[in-house]
C-alpha cells in the first residue's frame, strides 16, 4: 500500500505565496509522475502542474509563471511552489503519484485546502 500526505495549505491574501509538499511513503518500488490536481467547489478535479521522473514538467495555462512544481526522489516528495496567487486558486489541492513496477497505479493525497482571500 502506498500513502500520500500532503501538508502546507492555508490561507493567504491575494499575491502572496504557498508551498505545498506531498510525501509518499510505503510499499514504492518506483514513482514514475507527480503531481497535483485541484478541486474549487461545484467544479470538476483539474490538473494544475504534473511532473515526470525525469524532471519534465508540465503546467495548465492559468498557472505557468505563477507556479513551480520539483521533486525530491531521494525522499519520494513532489512540491508545489505557488506565487502570485489569486482568489480563482481557491480550491483543495489533491496530489498524485504513479507508482509501481511494471504496472503502475495512481495514488492520491487527502487534499488541502488553499484559500486566497481578495
Known amino acids: 500500500q502506498v500513502q500520500l500526505v500532503e501538508s502546507g495549505g492555508g490561507l493567504v491574501q491575494a499575491g502572496g505565496s504557498l508551498r505545498l509538499s506531498c510525501a509518499a511513503s510505503g510499499s514504492i518500488f518506483s514513482i514514475n509522475a507527480m503531481g497535483w490536481y485541484r478541486q474549487a467547489p461545484g467544479k470538476q478535479r483539474d490538473l494544475v502542474a504534473v511532473?515526470?521522473?525525469?524532471?519534465?514538467?508540465n503546467y495548465v495555462d492559468s498557472v505557468k509563471g505563477r507556479f513551480t512544481i520539483s521533486r525530491d526522489n531521494a525522499k519520494n516528495t513532489v512540491y508545489l511552489q505557488m506565487n502570485s496567487l489569486k482568489p480563482e486558486d481557491t480550491a483543495v489541492y489533491y496530489c498524485y503519484a504513479n507508482v509501481g513496477s511494471g504496472v503502475y497505479y495512481d495514488y492520491w493525497g487527502q487534499g488541502t485546502q488553499v484559500t486566497v482571500s481578495s
Open positions: 511532473i515526470t521522473s525525469g524532471g519534465s514538467t
